[in-house]
T-cell receptor, first 114, second 111 residues
Framework: DAGVTQSPTHLIKTRGQHVTLRCSPI?????VSWYQQVLGQGPQFIFQ???????GRGNFPDRFSARQFPNYSSELNVNALLLGDSALYLC?????????????FGPGTRLTVL | SQQGEEDPQALSIQEGENATMNCSYK?????LQWYRQNSGRGLVHLIL?????REKHSGRLRVTLDTSKKSSSLLITASRAADTASYFC???????????FGGGTRVLVKP
């Protein structure tokens, strides 16, 4: 079985632009979570979606939004990019609704904002 | 802000030695998980310990949890060069659906 996949692998954008990151969960997993990891720090929780509904949200501005599709894949959108948005964006999937289940992470998308 | 804080921030040991790292958190939790990350890529789940458990083992890993002190420790015994990675604790608060990671411990195992 394939693991969690994310696209693109790397991305370079300029300030003010918009970006869309994509995630495909492990087959059968209905929960997808998004995390931002700035270099040298731990991942910070952005969103969790379960069965296409938002179930959790971290302390991120409204420039960050996400959605989950009927096939349980997900997109993370970031508008009006700032230099501080440069980070590794990680997606994780799990079987159940709760985040205290084991999370399976994808390899991440490295976003650089110039 | 990050609920969990790992200590030490970095650790350098020789192959075959044990590595111990600690995690402290602030609010009541349901569970605590430990993850490993190699070279800034995806995280790999290592072990989960529930709030009503005090100790758990998985292979060369031993995790303890002290809810009265709001702390956990991860012990890697007989370390190998392949254990070189960053290790993160993650907690899910008893209130609210959110997974919070600490800042991580960077472990270097020298052959």
């Amino acid at each position: 079985d394939a693991g969690v996949t994310q696209s693109p692998t790397h991305l370079i954008k300029t300030r003010g632009q918009h970006v869309t990151l994509r995630c495909s969960p492990i087959s059968g997993h209905k929960s997808v979570s998004w995390y931002q990891q700035v270099l040298g720090q731990g991942p910070q929780f952005i969103f969790q979606y379960y069965e296409k509904e938002e179930r959790g949200r971290g302390n991120f501005p409204d420039r960050f939004s996400a959605r989950q599709f009927p096939n349980y894949s997900s997109e993370l959108n970031v508008n009006a990019l700032l230099l501080g948005d440069s980070a590794l964006y990680l997606c994780a999937s799990s079987l159940g609704r709760s985040l205290y289940n084991e999370q399976f992470f994808g390899p991440g998308t490295r976003l650089t904002v110039l | 802000s990050q609920q969990g804080e790992e200590d030490p921030q970095a650790l350098s040991i020789q192959e075959g030695e044990n590595a111990t790292m600690n995690c402290s958190y602030k609010t009541s939790i349901n569970n605590l998980q430990w993850y490993r990350q190699n070279s800034g890529r995806g995280l790999v789940h290592l072990i989960l310990i529930r709030s009503n458990e005090r100790e758990k083992h998985s292979g060369r890993l031993r995790v303890t949890l002290d809810t009265s002190k709001k702390s956990s420790s991860l012990l890697i015994t007989a370390s190998r060069a392949a254990d070189t990675a960053s290790y993160f604790c993650a907690t899910d608060a008893a209130a609210g659906n959110k997974l919070t990671f600490g800042g991580g411990t960077r472990v270097l195992v020298k052959p």
